[in-house]
């Protein structure tokens, strides 16, 4: 027996269980594949791991119903500050700050836990109309007409399939669509830390010549009332020998580039590593086939843009799917290209130049660099803009 849907999306991580979820709350039928168990996903316990949400992807998460299902309050950010310096040294004064309050009352963004957007994916997706087929395979066969997935013993016919399943997605390496690789030579240790003082939902980007060190305010627990992510990028040699440290050990490299801007501070939670590069999609669709979040690009995690830019290959394709008489039409996914893919080559590029200016210890390069932090810690309207675009606005 042969069941019809109009739409599977494969991969039910956030970006494509958002879609899937968005598109069912749209009276779309619906197909969500993954090889993983959602409810295995789900970790109990504080890991230390957070997204960076901002302000213009909350409406498609409230849609999908997932911001009211969030098990853990996200934490507003208000300020960002963005400082150079070298470890063991304090930041150079010039510097650049960002206050939301220069753009309205709204704050750039959330931080929220991963396990916290794990939660809510699996309440919402129990409770949708959205037909989930977890841990299981997607065989998928497209021609002109229709999709054809098997899954299992189970056949759906769908218009259009949305390729949601990370970076080494098979659905896009079936059609033959190549990629681009940029690699950093960088690794990401990324942790939690707690701290003695409050973050005040300031978000730091602390440049350094091997890598910036992020810190982004979580909401805290009864555990850790205060207490931050840490992003600690690092040469790969270096980042391995960050991993293996003990907690003491660790806190010491923190402390060198962090100085003492939240008083004392112990680490929380668990510790991961993930070698960084930038990746891009040479085309973001096929016959009956979209590509959506990580399978179509991956940029530096230097601003924390990278779940951002998949949901709004989410809303793009919502909303270009709500006026589609056929969802998988090739003007459907011509129009979805032309949208997409040149805001996120541009926020590609944009933080690949980032991690380059900044990644490099050269005296003229560091005081060029500084001076154009002040420059535009003075000029408002430029400051507005860059502002706007933390937003996603």
């Not at 997605?169 to 939690?192: D, N």
């Not at 991690?355 to 430029?382: I, K, Q």
Request: glycine share 8%.
């Amino acid at each position: 027996m042969t069941n019809s849907c109009d739409i599977a999306v494969v991969g039910a991580g956030p970006v494509g269980g958002t879609l899937a979820l968005a598109l069912a709350a749209r009276g779309r039928k619906v197909l969500l594949v993954d090889k993983a168990g959602l409810k295995p996903m789900e970790h109990p316990d504080f890991d230390g791991r957070a997204y960076a949400i901002a302000h213009g992807c909350q409406p498609l998460l409230r849609e999908a119903g997932l911001w009211e299902r969030l098990p853990f309050a996200p934490c507003p950010i208000k300020d960002i500050d963005v400082t150079d310096g070298k470890p063991g040294r304090a930041p150079s004064p010039l510097r650049l700050h960002f206050d939301h309050k220069a753009v309205g009352d709204d704050p750039f963004g959330w931080i929220i836990e991963a396990r916290s957007v794990r939660v809510a994916l699996n309440a919402a997706l129990a409770q949708s109309s959205v037909i989930v087929r977890a841990p299981a395979e997607a065989e998928v066969a497209r021609n002109e007409a229709e999709a054809v997935v098997r899954v299992g013993s189970e056949t759906f016919t769908a218009k259009l399939v949305v390729a949601a399943e990370g970076r080494q997605s098979p659905l896009r390496e079936q059609a033959g669509i190549g990629i681009t690789r940029l690699p950093y030579k960088q690794t990401a240790v990324i942790f939690a830390l707690a701290h003695e003082r409050p973050h005040n939902n300031v978000a730091l980007e602390h440049f350094l010549p091997a890598g910036p060190l992020a810190v982004l305010p979580m909401t805290g627990t009864a555990e850790h009332p205060n207490v931050s992510a840490i992003v600690f990028t690092e040469s790969d040699a270096n980042a391995k020998l960050l991993y293996g440290m003990d907690d003491a050990a660790l806190a010491g490299q923190v402390h060198a580039r962090l100085g003492d801007r939240l008083g004392g501070f112990t680490l929380a939670g668990r510790r991961w590593i993930y070698p960084l590069q930038a990746m891009y999609a040479q085309r973001y669709f096929d016959t009956r086939l979209a590509l959506a979040g990580d399978a179509a690009h991956g940029v530096h995690p230097i601003a924390g843009q990278g779940l951002n830019l998949g949901l709004r290959d989410a809303a793009a394709l919502l909303e270009l799917l709500a006026a589609a008489e056929d969802p998988g039409a090739d003007s459907v996914l011509r129009a979805y290209q032309a949208r997409q893919r040149p805001i996120n080559m541009a926020m590609l590029l944009g933080m690949d130049a980032l991690d380059r200016l900044f990644s490099t210890n050269f005296p003229p390069v560091r005081l060029a660099r500084d001076l154009g932090l002040a420059a535009v810690e003075r000029m408002p309207r430029l400051k507005r803009r860059f502002m706007l675009a933390a937003m996603g606005r």
